[in-house]
């Protein structure tokens, strides 16, 4: 089994990581980007969050770089390959595994490296394909964690991540957002995944549609966010 360090190499770069100077860290918000894109994008968010939470770290992981299929073959950031947009049928989502154990290990190096803190303390969460690693990895963890945070996103490979749910996190609370306007990834892909989830026996689950949002995020939406990282990653806290 690989380390926990050599997992995170195959991430393009090393992750960015935005948290306070004067504040101790006693949590850790993950978040993940979608397909193409670097942890740059969402870096205005990251800071957001520990501007508004300075006890939160937050740590932007960029995808690792390969060749993917709906673009005909170029290469490009991707957690996993995707086939195609029109259906999700046959698509085996090659990579997902190695993504979700990358997930897993930046989980891990929160959990015991320098000043570790409990999984419970920490919230896994991200945009498009970032939002559905974010969903396959968080309830197929074997320890607990606070919450997944899903923005325009789905469930890949729902068959076999419903065999994986670990029983620890079905009451773990998700948040899916999602544009019912959107032209890339499906508002019927992300109802079904909600759908889904609550098969599974996920007790603690909540979708917030915002009508015509095409594939982007919007000011109201990011609120929401805060709110439900500040219910589930409270200041204050027993270690207990």
Request: aromatic share 8%; proline share 6%; charged share 20%.
């Amino acid at each position: 089994m690989d380390s926990i360090v050599g997992l995170i190499a195959r991430c393009s770069s090393k992750p960015m990581v935005v948290g306070s100077k004067s504040v101790p860290r006693t949590a850790t918000v993950i978040f993940i980007h979608g397909l193409g894109d670097t942890a740059h994008g969402w870096a205005d968010i990251g800071h957001a969050i520990v501007d508004r939470f300075p006890w939160i770290r937050v740590i932007l992981p960029t995808a690792p770089v390969r060749k993917v299929t709906l673009n005909h073959g170029m290469k490009m950031t991707a957690w996993y390959d995707i086939k195609s947009l029109a259906t999700r049928e046959g698509d085996d989502f090659d990579g997902l595994d190695e993504a979700k154990q990358i997930v897993g290990a930046l989980i891990t190096q929160e959990t015991t490296g320098e000043n570790p803190i409990p999984s419970s303390r920490i919230i896994v969460g991200g945009f498009s394909q970032g939002g559905a690693l974010s969903i396959f990895s968080t309830y197929q963890f074997p320890d607990k964690l606070a919450g997944c945070i899903a923005l325009s996103g789905y469930l890949p490979n729902h068959e076999v991540w419903g065999r994986g749910v670990t029983e620890i996190n079905k009451d773990t609370p998700v948040l899916m957002c999602h544009g019912t306007g959107d032209p890339v990834v499906q508002y019927s892909w992300a109802k079904q995944a909600f759908s889904r989830m609550q098969e599974a026996g996920l007790s603690k689950t909540e979708f917030v549609p915002y009508e015509g949002m095409g594939h982007t995020a919007c000011d109201p939406e990011i609120v929401k966010v805060f709110n439900f990282i500040e219910k589930n990653l409270p200041e204050e806290y027993s270690a207990q």
